[in-house]
Nanobody, 125 residues
Framework: QVQLVESGGGLVQAGGSLRLSCAAS????????MGWFRQAPGKEREFVAA????????DYTDSVKDRFTISRDIAKNMVYLQMNSLKPEDTAVYYC??????????????????WGQGTQVTVSS
């Protein structure tokens, strides 16, 4: 079993930055692709970003490209999401997730096995 705990969310003005962290425990996540999803009020959970097990490749949804950066520290069993130039439409609960059954960059929720509880990000205009 893997436990994922997100942190770093909060309230920020539009144009600001936040860095989300995801701490994994229970076992190493070094062989798993990792992802970030988000869910805004009244909307379905959506894919934000993914990173390969090695960290060599990444994938982003179009709306966050060139603003968000996903990274990982294998030694620390951590995953990060650096969010810059934040917009009000980025307001959501952000979830960290681990994919145990793929070597690619999954974009769909069913491809992920473990989920964190989420951290709230609120961007004011």
């Amino acid at each position: 079993q893997v436990q994922l705990v997100e942190s770093g969310g909060g309230l920020v003005q539009a144009g600001g930055s936040l860095r989300l962290s995801c701490a994994a425990s229970g076992r190493t996540i070094s062989s798993y692709a990792m992802g970030w999803f988000r869910q805004a009020p009244g909307k379905e959970r959506e894919f934000v970003a993914a990173i390969s097990w090695s960290g060599a490749t990444t994938d982003y949804t179009d709306s966050v490209k060139d603003r968000f950066t996903i990274s990982r520290d294998i030694a620390k069993n951590m995953v990060y999401l650096q969010m810059n130039s934040l917009k009000p439409e980025d307001t959501a609960v952000y979830y960290c997730t681990a994919a145990t059954r793929t070597n690619g960059l999954p974009r769909y929720q069913y491809e992920y096995t473990y989920w964190g509880q989420g951290t709230q990000v609120t961007v004011s205009s």
